[in-house]
Structure formats: structure tokens, C-alpha cells
């Protein structure tokens, strides 16, 4: 029996969300992604944004030594106490219990700070990285505020496709018994699912900013009734040269919105983005551990001739039970995932060249652990979160140490730890 809170799907189009993960209709098309920027081919519009690695290259020029501490310190943190419980924020009562019975009952820090300020309709800069529960930190009331009135839409902008689908990914979870609608607009793939999508009412456009762009220039996208927007990782984007983009996104949206912005690092563009596009913001900072000194890291010396075989050996040692290699380029990241398969080691790559499918095959043997190893380009270092990854292996050395504070954040994650290995000429 149909209740008041489900409706039936809409012929050739969407479904609401549904308890079990239930996916959403694309419009039955299958779909090829770039990791961020516009559309590559198909597309009357250049590229934007960064890529998925492997373009030039600069040589980076480390101190081997910022890669050793062997003796991490112990976590001495003190223990957060949250003020508020997720049933204690004022949420809608059967949106609460929703959230409790995915095991979401206490907030973490981000969350505890934010989730009411949001609520209260602030501009928020909450300066967190990966694994704080930022996600849900904006989710949570946005997905609140949308009950309250169903009107609103909010669009969410991410660096990485990846990220983009984790995010709807998430918002489906913690939607899964409203009837909350969403789209995710990335980059790399034929428009026309994304655009059938867009004729039907959204609750939540989920994209990067490039193809967000193009199909805002096309007239999908109507940024008049946006009530809010989302910046997440917003550093990255920025990295990835998508400035321009978010700038002219932001002048076409409302100023009379809510605007949320998630970094781990506040630079001198993101400044300038702050001052242009937020009214009166509060900043919330909840700052990890200093990833450096809660990770093993250590340096493997090689020789010119055995690179390869250096690594291979390390594979199969047993401790080496889950670990991510970042590679350079995109075909020395194809090209080592199959040496390494071809040497016994069940590996799968994933990298800007990759098809959406071929990409999300390729996590879901590794989340799995139906592979032992995921090669990958630093399109991987943020938006694609694995627990349990016990090693992370810089292979080719990243062109910043920014970069490799990514990268080896992809282990230790919560409250486990994890080891960095960095390959180093000898």
C-alpha cells in the first residue's frame, strides 16, 4: 500500500529515494565521465577546469627527509563532547530517526558546530578535511530545510565526478524515506541524461563546476531558484583552475541565498570568493590531526633498473593488505596496474582516460577486495574515500607537498592508522 510519503515512479524518469539504496534513473543512456571541467565531446564548449592527470608535469624537487617519521606521535587529542545529538537539532521527527538508524546519533565537530548554524541560515566556511563527516555536516540541514519547504533547490559544487556521486550517494542514505529528488551533472559524459533529468523537478543539483557551466549557458540549469549553494573542497576546485567557473555560477545565482563553503585551506582566491560571494560568514574550523604526524612515512630507496621489483616484493608481504599507488601519468598508472596483475598482484587503475563504468568497476573491486591494489592519478587524492586502506604508496613523487598531504590522507583515516611509503632514487 502506497503511503503518504512515497509516490510511484514517474514513467521513463526518477524515482524517489528508497530504503536499500535504490538508484536513480538516468534516463537508461550509459554515461562517460572526465574528472571535472566540460564536457569532451559532444560539447560546442572547451574544456575547463583541471583533468584527471596527465598532462605536464612539473618536476617536483623534495627533501626525501619530508617524507620520514617513523615514530608518529600518539594521539593525544582531547575528546570532543558534542552538544547536541542528532535528535536533539530540532529536525523533522521521522528525518531524525532516519539519520539515527544509519548509525548517525552523536555528531562529529564539524557537524556539532554547523548543523545549527545552517539551520539558522548563516553563511557558513567550515574548514575541515576528508573524514570529518563534512558531508553530512551540510546535508543534514539543507536535506531539513528542504522538508520545511519544498520549493527550495540547492546546488552543490565538488573538484571531482567521483566526489559528486559520493555526495548524491549520501544524500540518498540520509533522504532514503523522503521524497527528496537529485541530479548529478559532471563532466565527460553525453549531456542529454543530465539534461532529461533536469526537465523534472530537482531538490539537489550535484555537479562540477564545468559542466555545471555549460548547462547553466544552455538554459538546464535556472540558477534563479537556487535558495543555496554549495562549495565543497573548495581548495581543490580552485587548484584545478575552475575559478572563472565558480565565479560565474555565483553571479547568476540569487543573492539572497545561503552559501556554504567546506576547505581544508582557506588561500588567497578562496579569500577573494569569500569576500565577493558571502554575507557575514561564520567560520567554523575543525581541523584534524596533523595528518603528518599521525602516519607512518618512510622513504623506499630504489635502483634506476629495479623500480618495479622493488615494488612487487613490498606487495607480497601480507601486511600490505589494502593499498592505494599514486602514479604520474595516466598510461604509467594503466601501465603499472597491469604489470602488477601480470605479476600476480590483483590490481585495477582508475585515471581521467577511464569511462564512468570502468571507474566505478574498478573501486568496487578494490572496496571489495576483490583487488589488492588501486593505481591511480591524483583525480583519486580527494572525493574517493575507502576504509581501511593500510598503505599508500607514492610511487611517482607528487608535483607539491599539498599533494602529498592528500594523497597519504587516503589511510590513517578516523581512528585508524596507516603507514606512507614514498619511492625515492637511490
Known sequence: MQTKYSRPARSGGRRPFSGGGATRSSGGASRRFSSGGRSQGGSRYPSRGGGGGGGRRKTPTFDPSKFINTNPQSETEEVYEAKNRFSTFGLNDRFARAIVANGLEIPSPIQDQVIPLILDGHDVIGLAETGTGKTAAFLVPLIEKTLRDYSRQTLILAPTRELAIQIEAE????????????TVCVGGTSMHPQVRALRRKNHFVIGTPGRVLDLIERGYIKTESFSAVVLDEADRMLDMGFITDIREILKSIPKERDTLFFSATITDDAKKLVNDFMKDPKTVSVKKKDVINSIKQD?????????????????????????????????????????????????????GNKSHPQRQRALTSFKSGRVQVLVATDVAARGIHVDNVTHVINYDLPNTFEDYVHRIGRTGRGSKRGIALTFVAG
Request: hydrophobic share 40%; proline share 2%; charged share 25%.
Open 299 to 351: 622513504v623506499v630507496t630504489h635502483g634506476h633498473h629495479n623500480k618495479f621489483e622493488t615494488l612487487a616484493n613490498l606487495l607480497k608481504q601480507p601486511e600490505f593488505a589494502r593499498v592505494i599507488i599514486f602514479g604520474a601519468m595516466k598510461h604509467s598508472v594503466e601501465k603499472l596496474a597491469n604489470e602488477l596483475t601480470a605479476a600476480g598482484i590483483k590490481s585495477e587503475s582508475i585515471h
Open 171 to 182: 544524500l540518498r542514505k540520509l533522504a532514503s524515506k523522503e521524497r527528496i529528488y537529485s
